[in-house]
């Protein structure tokens, strides 16, 4: 843990940022082109469209022929970054994923868009198991962004795997927590080591930074690993913060806690006999229903409070009154805009 990482920083709000990125990084890279499944505008990928039109491909809704001509370009020596929502990712197209694009190990990145309860569309528009089923997918490589620097840099970590690659993608508006890119497989370092040891990612990792906060303010010692890279998930650091740490684990995700940041780290801990109590938080082996995600932040305890609580349970500390209130985005709230065509 002895590793200088990127610093926090106090959070300011942007939109688009995926818009912005993906134009800029294309710039100097000939070899990437951008599919789209019949989500351009929502998949933030039109200022793309707009700037290289020779290099964008319109596939309609038919997500597994979309994967198959990746696969096919990714042959002919190009780059695709396929764009589209994650559940029409995953769960319609995963064959095609599998034998056109992991088995030959092409470098194909899918961004996939709509994680966990980020979308108020239910159950057929939110993506809460797609870590578990990708993270088990040989040769894919899984990344996650958690704010506006993740989303930055993510597409540069992405195009340097030689492999495929998923990309856990946040759109419209989103905090700016952390000064420095994303980097493959390390985990930034959000404080010191201490008595219970937190590891967010995603959304989570705001809402974890509030709760250790309000934590630290009244005397419990807890250290914070924001996680970006979930496979490979072998970052040393979270290895020696696993093992620091006294009175046990919290992890927070969105995302079920079947499959995704908990079951890594149970699995991590497990391998190397470290004894701590772990307590997984993210949804419970259950759907999500259509609501704000202000709602469902605190209806299935990913929030700063939940996340204050776990924590405070296991330091044998006083319950801290962290909030919930997720309506101001000064105040850490989660706020995003919502494209009108769509959910």
């Excluded at 993740?150 to 989103?174: F, K, Q, T, W």
């Amino acid at each position: 843990m002895t590793e200088t990482m990127p610093p926090v920083r106090e959070a300011i709000w942007r939109s688009r940022v995926h818009a912005e990125s993906l134009v800029r990084f294309g710039a100097d890279k000939p070899d990437v082109v951008v599919l789209s499944g019949d989500l351009t505008s929502s998949t933030e990928a039109d200022g793309f469209k707009a700037a290289y039109p020779d290099r964008f491909f319109t596939m309609g809704m038919a997500e597994q022929n979309m994967m198959s001509v990746a696969g096919g370009l990714a042959r002919e020596g190009l780059t695709p970054f396929v764009h589209t929502f994650a559940v029409f990712m995953y769960r319609r197209a995963l064959d095609q994923i599998e034998m056109s694009i992991a088995y030959p190990n092409l470098p194909v990145k899918i961004v996939g868009f709509l994680p966990g309860i980020t979308t108020p569309g239910g159950v057929s528009h939110q993506a809460i198991n797609d870590l578990a089923v990708l993270r088990s997918v040989p040769n894919m490589t899984v990344l996650e962004c958690g704010d506006a620097a993740d989303v930055e840099s993510i597409l540069d970590v992405a195009y340097g795997v030689d492999g495929p690659v998923y990309l856990r993608m946040l759109r419209g508006s989103m905090p700016e927590l952390f000064d420095g890119p994303m980097l493959l497989g390390q985990a930034r370092q959000l404080g010191p080591v201490g008595d219970v040891l937190l590891l967010t990612s995603g959304i989570c990792t705001g809402e974890g930074m509030r709760a250790v906060e309000a934590l630290r303010a009244v005397g419990v010692e807890v250290g914070h690993l924001h996680i970006s890279t979930l496979k490979p998930f072998d970052d040393p650091r979270v290895l020696d913060a696993l093992s620091a740490n006294a009175l046990g684990v919290v992890t927070a995700e969105n995302h079920t806690i079947i499959g995704g940041l908990g079951s890594a780290v149970a699995e991590l801990m497990a391998e190397n006999g470290i004894g701590r109590k772990l307590v997984r938080l993210g949804l419970q082996d259950t759907y999500a229903h259509g609501a704000s995600e202000a709602y469902l932040v605190r209806e299935y305890g990913l929030g700063a409070q939940a996340i204050a609580d776990a924590i405070g349970g296991l330091a044998g500390a006083e319950r801290v009154d962290v909030g919930d209130d997720m309506g101001d985005a000064s105040a850490g709230a989660i706020v995003r805009d919502t494209p009108d065509e769509d959910l």
